[in-house]
């Protein structure tokens, strides 16, 4: 039994970046799921579906929500969740690299895998040094 994750991002982004890491991994390690937030869409809508997610992804261990840009309304939908939904930590900023580390290691407790996706995240950008 692992942690589940969940998406909650702008749009198709967190389908597309899901489809990426099947691409570089195949089969992914986690329970998963994304809510994609859109402009037209009523937010109590939203966290009816994403609360439904939620209850489907956690076996026990908890879920692991990542969502694209803190501040934006996938975040504060993210956050909202959180609020009211036990064993559910929010991680904002995902990026690929934070992905990475989250399906490589999914034997984490929900405290570690969302230390661990911080640590990816942040590991992951990086000045570029310039080629001559």
Partial sequence: MSIGLLLVTHGKL?????ETMTDMLGE???????????????TDVLLRQ?????ERLD?????LVLTDAYGSTPANIANK???NAQR???VAGVNLPMLVRVFNYPALSLDAMAQTAVEGGQKG??????IA
Avoid: F, S
């Fill in 14 to 18: 967190g389908h597309l970046m899901l």
């Fill in 28 to 42: 992914l390690t986690l329970k998963t799921d994304v809510l994609e937030v859109r402009r037209v869409q009523a």
């Fill in 50 to 54: 994403g609360l439904r997610m939620i």
């Fill in 59 to 63: 076996e026990g261990q908890g879920v």
């Fill in 81 to 83: 969740l959180a609020a």
């Fill in 88 to 90: 559910t930590l929010v």
């Fill in 125 to 130: 950008i990086m000045l570029c040094p310039r």
